[in-house]
């Protein structure tokens, strides 16, 4: 993941503002499902294998099923039953905005995490313009690929722009279709800005490939 906001936005935060910032929208579910992994992976290691999230959700769909109420305070009670209260405090820390990062073995032995720099997603100017009505452009970073490629405050955007799958192509094109001063005009950039690598938090992808021993062993050629 490469938002800006990964690593600093809570999940008040996320709720809101997921519509302002195309940025924001992904994390509750990215952020989550890393958070899940990272559960997963500890119950099974702390159980010698005979636990899983299976497990915690089964139990969860279980009290739901006997009309009890359910909350974080359940979620918790698990949490410290299977895997003890740093379980709960990291819990909390991914609520307040921490990315949870899986070992590197956590989709088992044939897997490894690595990690590779990446560049920002950055629309250049205030997300928020995209929702608003009219579109008009504000707020523009200096030196950014916006305005680079030609963009201005005042600069009205006429046509919608989608950003959700954009944001996640690091070589993805933005193009704007835009109104200034009456005349149309169009401008494409990639939206990307600074270079972020392993240890910054909203830069870590975490990649994973076959380790060799899990491959295997070549065919023998009989003819």
């Given at each position: 993941?490469?938002?800006?906001?990964?690593?600093?936005?809570?999940?008040?935060?996320?709720?809101?503002?997921?519509?302002?910032?195309?940025?924001?929208?992904?994390l509750?579910?990215?952020?989550?499902f890393?958070?899940?992994?990272?559960?997963?992976?500890?119950?099974?290691?702390?159980?010698?294998?005979?636990?899983?999230?299976?497990?915690?959700?089964?139990?969860?769909?279980?009290?739901?099923?006997?009309?009890?109420?359910?909350?974080?305070?359940?979620?918790?009670?698990?949490?410290?039953?299977?895997?003890?209260?740093?379980?709960?405090?990291?819990?909390?820390?991914?609520?307040?905005?921490?990315?949870?990062?899986?070992?590197s073995?956590?989709?088992?032995?044939?897997?490894?995490?690595?990690?590779?720099?990446?560049?920002?997603?950055?629309?250049?100017?205030?997300?928020?313009?995209?929702t608003e009505?009219?579109?008009?452009?504000?707020?523009?970073?200096?030196?950014?690929?916006?305005?680079?490629?030609?963009?201005?405050?005042?600069?009205?955007?006429?046509?919608?722009?989608?950003?959700?799958?954009?944001?996640?192509?690091?070589?993805?094109?933005?193009?704007?279709?835009?109104?200034?001063?009456?005349?149309?005009?169009?401008?494409?950039?990639?939206?990307?800005g600074?270079?972020?690598?392993?240890?910054?938090?909203?830069?870590?992808?975490a990649?994973?490939?076959?380790r060799?021993?899990?491959?295997?062993?070549?065919?023998?050629?009989?003819?």
């Open positions: 993941m490469t938002s800006g906001a990964t690593g600093i936005a809570s999940a008040r935060h996320v709720a809101t503002r997921f519509w302002q910032d195309t940025r924001i929208r992904p509750p579910y990215d952020r989550n890393l958070y899940v992994v990272t559960v997963d992976d500890a119950l099974r290691k702390a159980s010698g294998g005979r636990k899983s999230l299976d497990d915690l959700i089964l139990a969860m769909l279980h009290r739901r099923q006997r009309d009890k109420p359910l909350g974080i305070a359940d979620w918790e009670a698990l949490l410290r039953d299977n895997l003890g209260e740093d379980a709960v405090r990291q819990l909390h820390a991914m609520l307040d905005g921490a990315a949870p990062l899986p070992t073995d956590a989709f088992g032995p044939c897997f490894e995490r690595i990690s590779q720099p990446m560049h920002r997603y950055e629309l250049g100017f205030v997300p928020a313009v995209l009505s009219p579109r008009i452009v504000r707020d523009l970073i200096p030196d950014s690929a916006a305005a680079k490629a030609g963009v201005q405050n005042g600069d009205e955007i006429t046509l919608p722009v989608g950003q959700d799958q954009l944001q996640g192509e690091q070589d993805g094109i933005l193009t704007l279709q835009l109104l200034r001063d009456g005349k149309p005009l169009t401008i494409s950039y990639k939206p990307r600074e270079t972020v690598g392993p240890g910054s938090g909203s830069a870590n992808r990649l994973r490939k076959p060799t021993r899990c491959l295997p062993p070549p065919r023998r050629n009989d003819r």
